[in-house]
């Protein structure tokens, strides 16, 4: 097997269930960001072999029409991955083997999601005598009468946050510091050259949810589980709409493209444990990733981007991990950005690419990791190095 590398990383900004991409289709969507990422790598859409995108909720094979919308060659195949919540990093790890094993020398893969506009589902009766019901975004369509709540969806959480001693007021502080992180990134311009604007409008350089906040705004905000649940809307992730694509190329068309600043992929791993765990298993899917890499010592990840649901889970991982402060979500994460879902994980391996490899850089990173949890109690991680340049 031969190398793979991550030459370019561009996403849209995140937006609102309703907002800032309220009538966009998934293509319309995706695609300008699949012409950003190959522009940014110096590559033709004639050039590319193959499109692998994570994708959730429209259905069928989405991917194939994003390609096509895209302006690739209709002779360019495309497939689409769903494992719902990691689809897009589960996409960039599928390209980037597709590249090692010499099947494919450029293949676009990321993930995109518009719950704004994607199609409604309805879960079969039990009986010809009830009526259909609608399935919540991003809920299975075996979820009982009312779909599965908030409630149900937090319990881990909150079960986790009593085990660990994380209090109420560890997790809304957490998020206060995770948005002046995210709103410092933005003043400083580190999300200038990751985010395409899909219209010359400033709204959209900036994720929508990403907004000044009052820190006693947290403290007054309803728990899921009153009264003694502590996982509530403000320290929780919401479901966003959102693309993110990479472009994944062989070490021949690296080295035909100058060597430039890239992510190689060094290891990955993919964790499950029992549903009811589902808020740690990112962190299970981390420990698996370092020992796969050769220990602690061996990794030494400088930049770690994770897709976390709740800040609990945020702060188990800070623990369990390790990690410092100034490693885990440097510029804000998912509770501040917004989680569009199968699109998520393809936004770790973008802002990596930030972090570590665009020309504006500062360089002082060169292991990362991008790691997110997925519904069913699995985990998916990733650790890159940059190189070139």
Known sequence: ????????????????????????RLADLASPVVAAALADARLEPSQVAEVILGNATEGSNPARLVAL?????????????DRQ??????AVLAAARLVATGEAPVVVAGGAESLSTAPWRLARPRSPFQVPHFVPLGQSGNAGEDGEGATDRFGGTDALAARLGISRTAQDAWVASSFARALAAREAGRFLAEIVPLRHNA???K???????????????????????????????????????????????????GRPRALQLLAAATAALSPRD???????AYKRLIERAGGPAAAAVEAIELNETSATQAIAFEKASGASPAALNADGGAIVRGHPLAASGAVLVARLFTRMARPAASLAATRGAAVVGTS??????????????
Not at 278 to 284: H, R
């Open 278 to 284: 589902e808020v740690e298993a990112p962190i299970a």
């Open 85 to 90: 919540c990691s689809s897009g990093l589960d």
């Open 203 to 205: 709204e959209e350089l």
């Open 69 to 81: 919308s895209s302006g690739l060659p209709e002779h360019v195949p495309a497939m689409t991955v």
């Open 207 to 257: 994720d929508q949810s990403a907004v000044e906040v009052d820190p006693e705004d947290f403290a007054e905000m309803m728990p899921f589980a009153p009264p003694h649940g502590t996982a509530t809307p403000g320290n929780t992730a919401s479901l966003h709409d959102g693309a993110a694509i990479a472009v994944v190329v062989s070490e021949k068309v690296w080295n035909d493209l």
């Open 1 to 24: 097997m031969t190398s793979a590398f991550i030459v370019a990383a561009r996403r849209s900004a995140i937006g609102r269930i309703g907002g800032l991409h309220r009538s966009r």
């Open 376 to 389: 069913g109690g699995m985990g998916v991680a990733a650790l890159f190095e940059a190189i070139g340049g």
